[in-house]
């Protein structure tokens, strides 16, 4: 460890003769790097190349694009009234989505009014918010500044993520919330290792005691408050929560395991479920917190439904059966959603960009041309995106030869991510939008740098130094013209991410898949 953890020169070799191994303990000192000058200085300019495509003309497309007409009006209403109003009833409003996402949205209109630009302001802060969080947790996973830089600049160059950072939708919310959750997974996964090896070298001896060290686990808390907060945006959330607490548990005793400790899973299990039932608890709170406005108001959708229908209603429990029973109505709408939709796309599409959505389409005129065209399009950045599969594969490969616990932690939340999806399609055809893939875009992201890591990794049992610095730089150089190339390909569909008007035949010309991207 650093000098910060070490006692004296004796603790570390007295640690070491109890089986800590030389590679494990290398590793832990690399988790104080946070600190370093050269990674901070590129995420400084990853995240300021985001901002500067992200916030620059927000409220140049006038009115409602897509669903705006749905979320930014509710926000609005919700500064008035505490909860979404129907001004034509002059009552509470039904809807079928938590209220988080919406007050965030809420909170640009506070500030600087009902308008374009205060209505897409926040879903501006949500996406940088994520570049930065995406570079620091791959910095994190691959101690690479490189390849942390190579993360933050794909998703910056993402046209599927920079149109929803410019559209007042719930899902740059969602995919913020599920992102930074990951992110404290993994602080606490460094967190526990690193007080393991500090309870080795404080005289803990895995072979004479039979319990792990008590460790408090405060990312793990954040953890929990951090996905309440996602699933107070879209329910959706709750795909990751199972498929996260198993990553944790892995992690947990595998870090168990390299102390020497002979029962690594049943040893500290109690502790693991009770750490985890408090990060639970916590998600329910942050959740319920959520509907406050639902709560105090009085005047929300099923506020008093128990009351209304004769039953009776105590003032706690009556308020959560109440809201037990929005709950159970939302959820039959989600479930019998089924209406066709001219955008709507089935979870297979999602990685081929087989049906993004037109979120605005005119004719203008003032291009220099004849005809004139004038879009924004959900469209990922089509080579970006048509290397998600290939990476997921090899991912599964590397993560297989290599037993790489990265491998899995980046593998785990795409499938929690889009998996579910497919079932839902499959059970009963419940319609659906490309925009859902968005909190398991980050994960798909980390694939490609994580197979660009591998190819710019040096072989083992290399002979010379010559050999590895040769395979580094031509990795290095692969991978260089891999975002090279992605950039030019955002720069090309630029101006059908921005509303920007051109001639009818260059929008036209970067319509590859034809009639299924109209």
Request: proline letters at 6%; hydrophobic letters at 50%.
């Amino acid at each position: 460890m650093t000098t910060a953890t070490v006692r004296t020169e004796a603790a570390p070799q007295e640690a070491a003769k109890r089986g800590v191994p030389d590679i494990v303990r290398r590793r832990l000192a690399t988790l104080d790097d946070w600190l370093n000058p050269y990674s901070w200085l590129v995420t400084a300019f990853v995240v300021a190349v985001a901002a500067l495509l992200r916030f620059p003309g927000l409220s140049d497309r006038k009115g409602y694009i897509f669903d705006e007409v749905y979320y930014p009006t509710d926000a609005w209403d919700m500064l008035q009234h505490g909860v979404e109003w129907d001004e034509k009833t002059n009552g509470p409003a039904y809807v079928v989505h938590p209220p988080l996402g919406k007050w965030l949205i809420a909170a640009g209109e506070a500030v600087f009014g009902n308008n374009e630009l205060g209505w897409r302001v926040p879903a501006a802060v949500a996406g940088t918010l994520m570049i930065l969080i995406l570079v620091r947790v791959a910095y994190r996973l691959f101690r690479s500044v490189l390849l942390a830089g190579a993360a933050g600049l794909l998703m910056a160059l993402d046209g599927f993520q920079l149109v929803l950072s410019r559209t007042s939708l719930l899902d740059i919310f969602l995919g913020l919330f599920v992102l930074a959750a990951f992110a404290a997974m993994v602080l606490d996964r460094d967190h526990y290792r690193r007080r393991l090896l500090r309870a080795l070298e404080d005289g803990y001896d895995p072979e004479m005691q039979f319990r792990a060290p008590r460790i408090v686990p405060w990312w793990l808390l954040v953890a929990g408050v951090l996905f309440g907060l996602a699933l107070g945006v879209k329910w959706s959330a709750l795909f990751f929560l199972p498929f996260f607490g198993a990553l944790v548990l892995v992690w947990r005793w595998q870090a168990r395991r390299s102390t020497g400790l002979a029962r690594p899973i049943s040893t500290g299990l109690g502790q693991d479920i009770g750490w985890g039932v408090a990060a639970v608890a916590l998600t329910a709170v942050f959740y319920l917190a959520t509907w406050t406005g639902w709560f105090v108001t009085n005047t929300g959708w099923f506020r008093h439904h128990r009351e209304a229908n004769g039953l009776s209603e105590p003032p706690i429990l009556g308020t959560l059966l109440n809201l037990w029973h929005y709950h159970q109505e939302a959820y039959g709408f989600h479930s019998g959603l089924t209406k066709p939709h001219p955008y709507q796309s089935w979870p297979w599409q999602w990685l081929l960009l087989g049906r993004p959505v037109a979120f605005d389409w005119n004719t203008p005129t003032g291009c220099g041309a004849p005809s004139c065209a004038r879009e924004i399009l959900l469209l990922g950045t089509p080579l970006l995106w048509w290397s998600f599969l290939p990476a997921l594969a090899g991912l599964v490969w590397f993560g297989l030869a290599r037993r790489d616990w990265r491998a899995w932690a980046i593998f785990v939340p795409v499938f929690a991510g889009l998996a579910p999806w497919f079932y839902y399609a499959v059970k009963d055809g419940r319609t659906m939008f490309s925009f859902y893939v968005l909190p398991a875009l980050p994960f798909l992201i980390l694939a490609v740098v994580y197979v660009l890591g591998a190819i710019m990794t040096p072989p083992t049992g290399m002979a010379t130094g010559k050999a590895r610095t040769d395979r580094q730089l031509i990795g290095t150089v692969a991978a260089g013209a891999y975002v090279i190339l992605v950039a030019l390909c955002f720069a090309y569909f630029f101006p059908i991410f921005t509303n920007q008007v051109i001639p009818y035949e260059d929008w036209s010309a970067r319509l590859w898949l034809g009639s299924r991207w109209i």
